[in-house]
């Protein structure tokens, strides 16, 4: 089992910055892809950002341009969100999973094995 721990949402401007973390620990070895998934009120959870072990990534296209992530060599996921839009208001998850980040956007968020409790991002107009 991995742990996900997030910290970092908050409430920012449209055009304002955030940057989320993500702490994981566990069995971090077998897990392909780790990111970031992101929900709103009656909404399914979508993909925003995905690493794979090999380090590729793979993001949403409504955040391609503006978010960035990247990982430390502590499992430590992190999310730069850059230009943020009211549209961008969700909750941000972190996830893990077995399988490549390409099967998140495919499939929904049936292949992530692993949740963190979920931060608020709010961005105001």
């Known amino acids: 089992q991995v742990q996900l721990v997030e910290s970092g949402g908050g409430s920012v401007q449209t055009g304002g910055s955030l940057r989320l973390s993500c702490a994981a620990s566990?069995?971090?070895?077998?897990?392909?892809?780790m990111g970031w998934f992101r929900q709103t009120p009656g909404k399914e959870r979508e993909g925003v950002a995905g690493i794979n072990k090999d380090g590729s990534t793979r993001y949403a296209d409504s955040v391609k341009g503006r978010f960035t992530l990247s990982q430390d060599a502590k499992n430590t996921l992190y999310l730069q969100m850059n230009s943020l839009k009211p549209e961008d208001t969700a909750m941000y998850y972190c996830?893990?999973?077995?399988?490549?980040?390409?099967?998140?956007?495919?499939?929904?968020?049936?292949?992530?094995?692993?949740w963190g409790q979920g931060t608020q991002v709010t961005v105001s107009s």
């Open positions: 996830a893990a999973g077995r399988f490549h980040c390409n099967y998140w956007f495919a499939s929904g968020p049936s292949p992530v094995s692993d």
């Open positions: 566990g069995y971090t070895y077998s897990r392909y892809c």
